[in-house]
């Protein structure tokens, strides 16, 4: 059952975004107050988001629909992006009103390969039937655009709370099959996600919201896609 495919994290998930400008700042800040993640301090994400021909998962979002679902194809490299992982994982995260859930498998692709292949390969489609193979979704999906962004993971050492900070978040390259073509571009924003069992900024963190931290729903997806079109029309 799909159900029994889920992961389901047992944690709160808090977003808060600040401008990319203050990023190195907020480093300095993490690196002196925080612990560094034990497994994976730091490096670079890209992540390539999958959606129908009527862009039903964006409308989901949009809508603030209660049941919302993102499917992205994901590798990891090191910070400068000249260095990828072998691996790659296919990813789908499920909303359910407050609550969140995750599909995740290994890809038949390697970092290296995605970071080069251009969007519209018919190689990509490969992700769709797999999906449908493993019961999480019925329709077909197809590649839209890349997200690239670098992050810092840190543990906060009295709650153990995880911290990701996001940033000089990129979106190089679209699937000019599902967009008109866009020249790729940074945002101007970047993201603090804080993963514990507090529902709200564990006190040791509060001198963030000094810098100019500020409470959010921030959707890189959302965002990325809305200046994408912004772009073109």
């Not at 080069?116 to 490969?126: D, N």
């Amino acid at each position: 059952m799909l159900r029994d495919k889920l992961q389901k994290p047992a944690v709160h998930e808090i977003k808060f975004t600040i401008s990319n400008s203050k990023a190195h700042q907020v480093i300095r800040w993490l690196t002196h107050q925080c612990m560094p993640d034990p497994e994976f301090p730091e490096g670079a994400i890209s992540s390539i988001y999958y959606d129908t021909r009527n862009w039903r998962f964006m409308a989901e979002k949009d809508n603030s629909d209660y049941l919302k679902m993102k499917i992205r194809l994901r590798w990891y490299s090191d910070l400068t992006l000249s260095k990828h992982d072998d691996v790659s994982f296919i990813e789908a995260k499920f909303k359910i009103g407050n609550r969140r859930e995750k599909f995740r498998m290994e890809s038949p692709f390697s970092g290296k390969w995605l970071a080069g292949v251009p969007l519209h390969s018919t190689k990509l489609l490969e992700i769709s039937r797999l999906l449908r193979s493993q019961g999480i979704i019925t329709e077909e999906v197809f590649p839209v655009f890349q997200i690239s962004y670098k992050r810092f993971r840190f543990i906060e050492p009295l709650t153990r709370a995880r911290v990701c900070f996001d940033y000089d978040i990129t979106a190089p390259r679209v699937n000019w099959s599902m967009l008109p073509k866009s020249n790729p571009f940074s945002l101007q924003t970047a993201v603090f996600e804080i993963k514990s069992a507090l529902d709200e900024l564990p006190a040791p963190l509060y001198p963030l919201t000094d810098m100019g931290f500020r409470k959010s729903s921030f959707s890189k997806y959302q965002v990325c896609y809305r200046k994408i079109v912004g772009f073109n029309f």
